[in-house]
């Protein structure tokens, strides 16, 4: 597996010494601000860590008129663009809205968040924002935070002690989301369900539910699990898109709605950690599939692709009851004046969108590839196999466990 992408070996020409000079002025209210040495762009990440855009780190040295021109100032950056190359990232992210929607999280709401957040007492640490632009090209320039000990999670979190930061930080995104939708900000126009129920996303998931289906055929005692995944494959797509349906308080079905990450998984995740190698603080990142709806996306998200599976088994009740008690705790404290949902109320929201488990569960087999740039482009043209891991004894394991649990709670049903 190639090191980097290739596509994020050659930095597009637009973004030379000029636009990061433009930019840290913008960023400063300083127009005196003058670029020293130039600007070196090196790929941001290893390859297959990312699927819908191109990234780059550079560091930045700059005098400013306001300053001695001998203090020589620097600042280290992460840059995200829009994928330019033909292929899956460039058909994935066309007219998708995705760099809309990360702009807007991070000029407007991130910043109405960390500030709610800080007046109540709670902290929820997001990278600093340098600058944003859809137009004349859609970028992102935020501030590189590894230099500060922040590590890009690289798996599954394998312990509930070391999983309860990010538990807390998705709470926080809700409980915050919940409280300025309902107050100050109308969030219901994030909305990630085109991307994901149609096109090229919707094609990797269904491909994914029927390759499980698939591998699982000659494993023995599985015959009614292949009869239930097949007739569920039907209608796949109506089931997916009932996933990602806003919620309607007014309805019989009732539920609630609260600011998803929508694409949270291990990979969007950073970590600093101690000595020992254990974890110590989370961050969220990645903001582009951002979706008002039901907290069961990304809380059947966090038992499923934020920890590993012996976690999920052993902690499942207690992660969803511990992320329940700081989502109503923030609420409190903010003083939120609506019907705070109740704990049954998330673990009704958790069995209405099961289907969503379900699906995560059929693609168990991604975190065995060795995902690169060319992985879902051979996917989509109908290369890929079904994955050697389904000769996999522990792998077998962990499908059988899900597919019983995903069975008795009646999630297997039409």
Same mark, same amino acid.
């Given at each position: ?40 762009? #090196?790929?941001?990440?290893? &390859?297959?860590?990312? !699927? ?5 780190? %550079? ?14 100032? %620097? ?25 809309? %929607? ?11 968040? @960390? ?57 926080? +995104?809700?409980?915050?989301? $919940? !409280?300025?939708?309902? %107050? ?12 994901? @129920?149609?096109?090229?996303? $919707?094609?990797?998931?269904? #491909?994914?539910?029927?390759? $499980?289906?698939? &591998? ?8 009614? !699990?292949? =009869? ?13 898109? #009932? ?21 949270? =998984? ?14 110590? *603080? ?27 599976? *012996? @976690? ?9 009851? =511990? ?19 109740? +704990? ?5 929201? +958790? ?25 879902? *482009? ?13 000769? *996999? ?22």
């Amino acid at each position: 597996m190639a090191e980097y992408d290739a596509d994020e070996l050659q930095a597009p020409a637009w973004l030379n010494d000029q636009f990061f000079e433009n930019a840290v002025r913008s960023f400063a209210n300083d127009p005196s601000i003058e670029i020293v040495g130039g600007c070196e762009l #090196r790929p941001a990440t290893k &390859g297959g860590d990312h !699927y819908a855009s191109i990234m780059f780190r %550079t560091t930045v040295r700059y005098r400013s008129g306001r300053r001695s021109q001998s203090e020589e100032q %620097t600042l280290d950056l992460v840059i995200k663009a829009l994928p330019t190359a033909d292929g899956f990232k460039r058909d994935l992210t066309k007219d998708s809205g995705l760099f809309e %929607t990360e702009i807007k999280m991070y000029s407007e709401v991130l910043p109405a968040m @960390t500030k709610l957040l800080k007046d109540i007492g709670e902290h929820l640490e997001v990278p600093r924002l340098i600058y944003a632009a859809s137009d004349p090209n859609a970028v992102i320039v935020l501030e590189d935070i590894s230099p500060h000990g922040w590590l890009t999670g690289r798996e599954c979190i394998k312990s509930f002690d070391e999983a309860l930061y990010t538990v807390r930080n998705i709470a926080m +995104l809700h409980a915050s989301s $919940l !409280y300025l939708h309902e %107050t100050t900000m109308n969030l219901s126009s994030f909305n990630a369900s085109n991307f994901i @129920t149609t096109g090229p996303v $919707l094609a990797i998931f269904s #491909r994914g539910f029927d390759d $499980l289906r698939r &591998g699982i055929e000659k494993w023995p005692g599985c015959e009614l !699990y292949v =009869q239930k995944l097949k007739k569920l494959h039907e209608t796949f797509q109506e089931r997916w898109q #009932r996933v990602y349906a806003v919620n309607s308080p007014s309805s019989s079905s009732g539920g609630y709605n609260v600011l998803n990450h929508a694409d949270f =998984q291990w990979k969007n995740l950073m970590h600093k950690k101690d000595s020992e190698g254990r974890i110590v *603080d989370s961050m969220l990142i990645d903001y582009q599939c951002c979706h008002w709806g039901s907290p069961a996306l990304d809380v059947l998200s966090l038992i499923d692709l934020i920890v590993d599976k *012996d @976690t999920k088994m052993t902690r499942r009740d207690e992660i969803i009851y =511990q992320y329940y008690q700081q989502f109503a705790l923030v609420l409190r404290k903010a003083g939120f004046q609506g019907k705070i949902p109740s +704990l049954v109320d998330l673990q009704v929201e +958790l069995l209405r969108k099961g289907f969503h488990e379900l699906v995560q569960a059929s693609v168990e087999s991604f975190k065995y590839v060795e995902l690169t740039e060319s992985t879902f *482009d051979e996917f989509n043209a109908g290369e890929m196999g079904i994955h050697s891991c389904f000769q *996999d004894k522990e792998f077998q394991r962990v499908i059988c466990a899900e597919l019983e649990s995903l069975l008795h709670r009646g999630l297997l049903d039409e």
